[in-house]
């Protein structure tokens, strides 16, 4: 998909599935009378921003060793920070790009309507959205130094980040240790940021979730370029960094 064999993959991946995410919790919230449609919205649509850059992420590695280019790659004297951080910025790019068409015609279909001077500061938050999912998304790459395949990992953390992060039921009433496990992920107060934009809040007045956000986010990107570094050592020492 990221390698972009064939691009109309892209389309019922990262374009249709968002909106029906979106057009699927919005019907359960209306037929269970609770919530409302721009709460189902925004959740799901910023949820789906996890999706390119978990796996996209994860597929950086993956690809680079069914090419046989890993090794060459690793043996190179390049600095890694800004070897993986530049490999991230497309997945941000791409994760914004998802998130932001899934609010646009997730509230076309639904009739949600938010003020045309609250989509600045919606994109400003999805953005940093983003890149803290891509923080995540690091971690998996790290991880597939050391496994075959991803996707499954970045499949299980897209469901645990649709669980915990306040996607469909809002941090206070979910359980008090899943409510703390979801303040210590991505997309939790970006998703909480975003409803209050739409809601009438400035982006001064959320200026504290982005920057939690932006902090957690950064924790990850730490806690990834650290795994890198250390199981790119392991995969040297034991000879499997292009092992398929």
Known sequence: MFNWLNP??????????????????????????????????????????????????GATIGGERYSQTLGIILTTPARRIPLFLGRSL???????GVAMFGLLFGGLLLGVTIPWSAWPAIALVTAVTSASCTGLGLVICAISLRVRESATLGNVLFLVL????????????LSGWMAAVGNVLPLTHGIQAAREVAAGGSLGDVSGLVLRELGVG?????VGLSMLSALERLSRSRATLDLI
């Open 90 to 96: 497309p997945a941000i790019v791409n994760g914004w």
């Open 218 to 222: 950064a924790v990850f990107v730490v």
């Open 8 to 57: 109309w993959i892209l389309v019922p991946t990262l374009l249709v599935s968002p909106i029906s995410q979106v057009l699927l919790f919005a019907y359960i919230g209306r037929s269970a009378g609770v919530g409302n449609d721009e709460f189902y919205l925004i959740g799901n649509a910023l949820n789906y921003a996890a999706i390119p850059c978990l796996f996209a992420m």
């Open 162 to 173: 649709l669980v915990f992060c306040g996607v469909n039921v809002s941090l206070d009433e």
